[in-house]
C-alpha cells in the first residue's frame, strides 16, 4: 500500500466526525502527492542536466559525412551545417559528470562532428555547437609502422547549446588529443579517408574563456 492510500484508508475511531475526516484525510493525501510529486520532478531535472565542468571521450576513426546525409533536423542548431559536405564523424564515450557515467561497458552515448573550423555534439538529452578558437599539434610522433600521432590541445567557445546542455550556451570547451595520424605526413592530409583514429578528451564548461 503507497503512502497516500495509508493515509487516505486508515481507520476512523471517531464515527460520528467520518465525513469531515474523510474529506481530511482526501485533501491532506492529494496535498502529500503533490508535494512528493514536485521535488521529484525538480531531482529528475537536476540529476538529468551534466555537471560544470563535464568531461566526454571522443574515440574511434572518422568517417565522413556525405552532402545531404547529416543528421535529422540538423540535431536543431543553427549555427553549423552537418549534411554540407565538409563534415566528418566519431563517437561520444562518457567520462565524468554526465548522467551516462555509470556505462561501466563504455558503449558510445553520442556523436561527435567537425569539420570547417566547427564541431557539433549529438548528446543524450541535447546538441551542442562550437567554434576552434585555438590551439594545435606540437608534437608529432611516430607510430612504428608508418603513421604518427598528433599531440596537443585546442580550445572552443560554445556557439549554441539545446536540451539539458543550454545552461552551456557561451561557454568552453579545452581539448586534450592524440590523433593516430595512420598515414605519416603533414597533419590532416587525406582526412579523414587517409585513417585518423581519435582519442580526444573535451573538458566541456559554462565558464567563457578569456
Avoid at 30 to 41: F, N
Avoid at 67 to 86: A, D, E, F, I, R
Avoid at 154 to 182: K, P, W
Wanted: aromatic fraction near 10%; charged fraction near 10%; proline fraction near 8%.
Amino acid at each position: 500500500m503507497s503512502t497516500n492510500q495509508a493515509l487516505i484508508h486508515q481507520p476512523n475511531p471517531t464515527t460520528g466526525q467520518q465525513p469531515i475526516n474523510t474529506q481530511r484525510r482526501t485533501f491532506i493525501g492529494g496535498a502529500l502527492a503533490a508535494l512528493l510529486a514536485s521535488p521529484g520532478r525538480v531531482v529528475a531535472d537536476e540529476r538529468d542536466a551534466p555537471s560544470d565542468p563535464f568531461i566526454v571521450l571522443l574515440k574511434g576513426l572518422y568517417q565522413q559525412v556525405p552532402v545531404g546525409q547529416g543528421p535529422k533536423s540538423n540535431l536543431g542548431l543553427t549555427t553549423v551545417n552537418l549534411s554540407n559536405g565538409s563534415f566528418s564523424k566519431t563517437q561520444i564515450y562518457p567520462v565524468f559528470g554526465t548522467n551516462n557515467d555509470d556505462n561501466h561497458e563504455r558503449k558510445p552515448i553520442g556523436t561527435f562532428y567537425v569539420g570547417a573550423g566547427h564541431c557539433a555534439y549529438d548528446l543524450p538529452g541535447g546538441a551542442i555547437a562550437m567554434q576552434f578558437t585555438g590551439g594545435g599539434f606540437p608534437l608529432i610522433i611516430p607510430d612504428g609502422s608508418g603513421g604518427q600521432f598528433d599531440e596537443g590541445t585546442f580550445e572552443l567557445t560554445i556557439l549554441e547549446a539545446t536540451g539539458i546542455y543550454s545552461a552551456f550556451n557561451g561557454g568552453h570547451n579545452h581539448m586534450v588529443d592524440r590523433l593516430h595520424q595512420l598515414v605519416a605526413g603533414p597533419v590532416f592530409a587525406g582526412f579523414p579517408s587517409s585513417g585518423y583514429n581519435e582519442f580526444c578528451f573535451c573538458i566541456i564548461s559554462q565558464y567563457p574563456f578569456p
